[in-house]
């Protein structure tokens, strides 16, 4: 019913802003994690370090209760499932006396009566009529005006939606790309007219109805969107990543897999199905979301579609049957399911969007790669390894890898997965070697590492990776004339360490020299 669109409206104005010296949005959902919802509060006042990553959950609620003490703050906590939740975190929130204010949202009416009796909850009801109009006529035309001949219809299609807003800007979205189309209009009407909008069930009909009218390229895009756990705020250029290395995404002339993926984000965005998070400084979208609804819709339609299954329960005679699917996520219980010693012949891709990081005790390392021979996609950023898995590399037909571990160096044998287009390394070290010859690997198009990599020189001097689009972040000291001469693609460039190195004593650096080279360089960051 906009109880998430309500609050975030309310955060975000600008005479609301202005009376706060500290605001937070956090979303604490239905699977509730303590310490997640502290550390995203900490990370919206500022900067959140390893060591306070590492800090007890009493501990980070009792600095979080220090930085707003005398401070006038303003906290939403969105989507509270139960009283136990903001007994959690209600020790966080000091109250001075002095305006200071803890907005929650809540399906459940105790949630609300528990957190104030005193103050009855605001409830959020259906719209009215008129509001319905208003808000089609918003999301399709941009205006309050209708054409006259379309007017029927829409009396037909607003009642069918029953003033439910998530409906409705679903329906918009059908309707956007024929707003003037009559026979269009007719379509969508004559097609609800066997259900109202307002039980869960037929309002899975109205996003079926949706999804039934998305082009054939959208609709794996659309149902991907389920993989990833409720209120999680997913970062653009991670999704459309996966998405190329899962082969949604065909190959076009004259335009990359990247923008292409980008194009149908947007489409997907302007029919209603994916909402913006955050927007990048040109307007570029830097994170999305998911409606619970359309993610509940998402999963319900991929597993018909054998498209991917979310693993919950993890007995031995469940893990078995992993056998007929061919994409795989995983995002709670995750050594549970590990330790169930899963098989899976035709699994193309393993996912973990776990709440929280997990350390891999050392005898499950092995386990993901000896269980999907197949894998296309592995994305275990979530799961901490302790050592690099061996039959990692027995992988060939990898695409995408995203992982979280400790290690020093990325091995020379990471170049038997030539097929790899995306690799992904988030380690605790602060250097990270790359002994692979990433120039032989002609597919790979990023590298992300959070750590300052040391890119190795090729021993073959006519090899150049044409096909690499980012290279993030790396030494100052493989910053050279070769590096970039043999990356005349590269799109997205970052730098980590000691950037004086990058200047003589004059004040002097050729970097911008190097720079110069990389005609199509887009984004460049210096850390």
Known sequence: LGKTTLARKIFNDSKVAYNFHLRAFVNVSQEYNRREVLLRILNSFGHVTEERKKMPDEDLAQLINMQLKKMRYLIVLDDVWTTEAWDDLKRAFPDDG??????????????????????????????????????????????????????????????????????????????????????????VSEGMTEYIARDMSQMFDVIKLSYNNLPHHLKPCFLYMGVFREDYDIPVWRLLRLWIAEGFIGSHQSISLE?????????????????????????????????????????????????FHEMKEFSQSVSSSSDAFRRICVNDSVLDYIGSRPFGPHVRSFLCFAKEEIPMPVEYVSSI???????????????????????????????????????????????????LQT?????????????????????????????????????????????????????????????????????????????????????????????????????????
């Not at 275990?380 to 302790?386: G, K, N, P, V």
């Not at 027995?394 to 020379?412: D, G, M, N, S, T």
């Not at 002609?442 to 590298?447: A, D, F, P």
Request: proline share 3%; aromatic share 6%; with cysteine.
């Open 423 to 527: 690799v992904i390394i988030e380690t605790s070290s602060l250097i990270l070697d790359i002994k692979a010859d990433i120039w032989k690997m002609t597919h790979l198009r990023h590298l992300h590492t959070n750590a300052s990599a040391c890119v190795q020189k090729s021993k073959d001097e006519a090899m150049s990776s044409s096909n690499l689009r980012t290279l993030s972040t790396i030494s100052p000291e493989s910053c050279t004339k070769e590096v970039f001469d043999r990356t005349p693609k590269l799109k997205k460039l970052g730098i980590r360490g000691k950037l004086a190195g990058l200047f003589n004593a004059r004040g002097e650096s050729s970097l911008f020299d190097s720079l110069s080279r990389l005609q199509e360089l887009e984004n460049l960051k210096l850390l």
């Open 259 to 307: 923008d292409l993926a980008e194009y149908y984000l947007m489409d997907l965005v302007d029919k209603n199905l994916v909402i913006v998070g955050r927007r990048s400084s040109d307007g570029r979208i830097k994170t999305c979301r998911i409606h619970d609804t359309l993610r509940d819709f998402c999963k319900m339609e991929a597993r018909k579609e054998n498209l």
């Open 369 to 419: 790669p000896r269980a999907f021979k197949l894998l296309r996609v592995l994305e275990i950023r979530s799961i901490i390894l302790t050592r690099f898995p061996s039959g990692l590399f027995q992988l060939i037909l990898l695409k995408y890898i995203a992982i979280c571990c400790h290690f020093k160096v990325l091995p020379e044998k990471m170049l038997d997965l030539w097929n």
């Open 98 to 187: 002095n305006g200071s204010r803890v907005v929650i949202t809540s399906q459940n009416k105790s949630v609300a009566l528990h957190a104030n009796a005193e103050i009855g909850p605001y409830y959020m009801r259906f719209l009215h009529p008129e509001e319905s109009r208003m808000l089609l006529r918003h999301k399709v035309f941009g205006q309050s005006e209708l054409p006259e001949e379309l007017e029927e219809h829409e009396v037909r299609i607003l009642q069918r939606c029953g003033g439910l807003p998530l409906a409705i800007v679903v329906l918009a979205g059908i309707l956007l790309n024929h707003r003037h189309n009559l026979r269009w209009w007719e379509r």
